[in-house]
């Protein structure tokens, strides 16, 4: 069964770090490019980050620049998110999700997703 599996979330305060993980079970990830996407609640879900398989990583969402930052590791079939001085506003479910080769900002163009991990920024 292809699918991806995200994990990582949790609960932190507001200035601190997590690592989310993606990580691809069914499929070799190393010819697919991987984004994040985050929902918040009552909002639309919206491009975060993505990298592609020659390790470009256009950023969706100028909020996070300079705070998270993307990274694979083709060995293990995995990609992370690093997520560092996390903001209430950053509270969202997370999901990643796989598109052939290269980056997009149409999230019709990714299958298949994952089902999404909970990140909580709040004191």
């Known amino acids: 069964q292809v699918q991806l599996v995200e994990s990582g979330g949790g609960l932190v305060q507001p200035g601190g770090s997590l690592r989310l993980s993606c990580a691809a079970s069914?499929?070799?990830?190393?010819?697919?490019?991987i984004a994040w996407f985050r929902q918040a609640p009552g909002k639309e879900r919206e491009g975060v980050l993505c990298?592609?398989?020659?390790?470009?990583?256009?950023y969706y969402l100028d909020s996070v620049k300079g705070r998270f930052t993307i990274s694979r590791d083709n060995r293990k079939d995995t990609v992370y998110l690093q997520m560092n001085s996390l903001k209430p506003e950053d509270t969202a479910v997370y999901y990643c999700?796989?598109?052939?080769?290269?980056?997009?900002?149409?999230?019709?163009?990714?299958?298949?997703w994952g089902q999404g991990t909970q990140v909580t920024v709040s004191s």
């Open positions: 990298i592609s398989i020659g390790g470009s990583t256009p």
């Open positions: 069914g499929f070799t990830l190393g010819g697919y490019a």
């Open positions: 999700a796989a598109r052939r080769f290269f980056c997009s900002d149409s999230q019709r163009q990714y299958d298949p």
